[in-house]
């Protein structure tokens, strides 16, 4: 068994000491998880009890070991993984079992707003918060808004061509997007930053890439704003530190899910669509 650090005994996203003690070889993967996710997962288990491991949707997971009682460990791994993502954490291990809910997973994105609810919701980029009602011409060149697309869930991706990860994870979207099939109440809406419709959606054909492009209106590299409905400028960092940045909006037009960066598996969000598609604008 390895000797962990006390440093390692509570911890969540990457470390620095990750690459030195994690097997290249994982056991398993993790629901959402990168790879360092996994690899932590594999520290984990070599860890000594008592010991719990949490997850959340996008990515993030927190654990701690070493601690006086299993349920300090869960409450330390729980706060470990919620201290970096604004998703629901939940347990997946304590010590040598396997506690994951499979079955609950896809729906960790509610409880959902009520329409009442939903009629109260302050602006924002946080979940249960209302995006900025963004304008854009729709994959058929429609003039439309965000707000005309209440009724359905949206995926609303921020993207550019220009950008190595937004191209990497292109075919994965793709794949997203062809797995629901036509369904009519989900929405996708990949919006170029920073450069022109049409160079955007040449470097998607060349690529063979059949996703529903819609048109932000952006200029060029020079144009760091989003339009809004009223006609107003809304500065592209406020929506997306970093590109790509992906929002689901649930039928009532409110956050439910966020993501900075690439998503390492686009496919493990089908459940969760379907689940909110299901469940939300009641």
Known sequence: MLNIPAS?????LTTSLLGILASPALAQHLPGLPPAGNQAFQLYQQAEEQRAFAIAPGGSWGWHAGADSSDVAEDKALSACQSSTPQKCVLYARNGELIFNTRAWP???????????????????????????????????????????????????????????????MPGLAGL?????????????LLQAREPF??????????????PLADSGSTGEDDADFRLADGSLLADRLLARS?????VLDKHGLVVFSHVGPVDDWRGYEAFL?????????
């Not at 049409?198 to 996703?211: D, Y």
Request: net charge positive; glycine share 8%; charged share 25%.
């Open 107 to 169: 729906g960790l994105w509610g409880p959902y707003a009520t329409a009442a609810a939903a009629a109260r919701a302050a602006p924002g980029v946080e979940p249960g918060q209302r995006l900025a009602d963004l304008a854009f011409r729709d994959a058929q060149g429609r003039s439309t808004r965000l707000s005309a697309l209440r009724g359905k869930v949206v995926v609303l991706h921020f993207w550019g061509s220009w950008c190595p990860p937004c191209r990497k994870e």
């Open 8 to 12: 390692m005994k509570s911890c969540c």
């Open 198 to 211: 049409a160079t955007a959606q040449r470097w998607a054909r060349n690529q063979h890439l059949t996703l």
């Open 177 to 189: 997007r062809q797995a629901l099939g036509e369904r009519r109440d989900i929405a996708f809406v």
């Open 243 to 247: 590109f790509p940045t992906t929002y």
């Open 274 to 282: 379907r689940d909110a598609a299901r469940h939300s604008g009641k």
